[in-house]
């Protein structure tokens, strides 16, 4: 129990620094916005092993070749929508974009659980059962994006830290997605 519960923590970090740039984006949270977003990270995050486990071997190494590089595509685009609207300035521009609705929210669930795919691939090879895992999984993260969507707003909130944070917001999307790159040896010709 430990062990998964250390594991579903790891998984979250992503959901839950998404979950800020995403508070800090909105600068007012209303709780609607935060059910949406930690219904939809912690019901991928949930997801994500169990199709990873029921895959099992015969997609793993079909997926591994470009797993991180979807995850980072993902993050990239939302980094870059954050930042744009950093430097465009104004509250108007910031406010425009709802991380909580649409295609944005599908896209940032999908960038942020896709380390959970690979959790549930490695959980089938050691023959454990998904479901409890599986679900400690997801509540850990809709936990995590809870207190992050309200951490962000806490930040956003501040006029004059606002823009700063998005653009801060921002960069940390890109980090994680370059970081998952890293983790995956995707950027070992740099060394």
């Given at each position: 129990?430990?062990?998964t519960?250390?594991?579903?923590?790891a998984?979250?970090?992503?959901?839950?620094?998404?979950?800020?740039?995403?508070?800090?984006?909105?600068?007012?949270?209303?709780?609607?916005?935060?059910?949406?977003?930690?219904?939809?990270?912690?019901?991928?995050?949930?997801?994500?092993?169990?199709?990873?486990?029921?895959?099992?071997?015969?997609?793993?190494?079909?997926?591994?070749?470009?797993?991180?590089?979807?995850?980072?595509?993902?993050?990239?685009?939302?980094?870059?929508?954050?930042?744009?609207?950093?430097?465009?300035?104004?509250?108007?521009?910031?406010?425009?974009?709802?991380?909580?609705?649409?295609?944005?929210?599908?896209?940032?669930?999908?960038?942020?659980?896709?380390?959970?795919?690979?959790?549930?691939?490695?959980?089938?090879?050691?023959?454990?059962?998904?479901?409890?895992?599986?679900l400690?999984?997801?509540?850990?993260?809709?936990?995590?994006?809870?207190?992050?969507?309200?951490?962000?707003?806490?930040?956003?909130?501040?006029?004059?830290?606002?823009?700063w944070?998005?653009?801060?917001?921002?960069?940390?999307?890109?980090?994680?997605?370059?970081?998952?790159?890293?983790?995956?040896?995707?950027?070992?010709?740099?060394?």
């Amino acid at each position: 129990m430990i062990n998964t519960l250390a594991l579903a923590v790891a998984l979250a970090m992503d959901a839950f620094a998404v979950s800020i740039a995403s508070g800090v984006s909105l600068r007012t949270v209303s709780a609607r916005q935060t059910f949406r977003l930690a219904w939809h990270f912690g019901l991928f995050q949930a997801m994500m092993p169990i199709i990873g486990w029921g895959a099992g071997f015969t997609v793993r190494s079909r997926i591994e070749a470009y797993d991180h590089w979807v995850a980072f595509a993902l993050l990239a685009f939302v980094a870059q929508g954050m930042l744009r609207s950093a430097f465009k300035g104004g509250p108007a521009e910031a406010d425009a974009k709802d991380p909580t609705k649409g295609m944005t929210m599908v896209m940032l669930s999908v960038a942020t659980s896709i380390d959970a795919l690979a959790v549930g691939l490695s959980l089938s090879m050691i023959n454990v059962s998904i479901w409890t895992p599986a679900l400690i999984i997801g509540l850990v993260a809709g936990a995590f994006t809870t207190v992050g969507m309200h951490l962000g707003k806490a930040i956003g909130s501040m006029a004059q830290l606002s823009r700063w944070a998005e653009m801060t917001g921002g960069v940390v999307l890109l980090a994680i997605g370059i970081n998952i790159l890293r983790e995956h040896g995707a950027l070992a010709f740099l060394s």
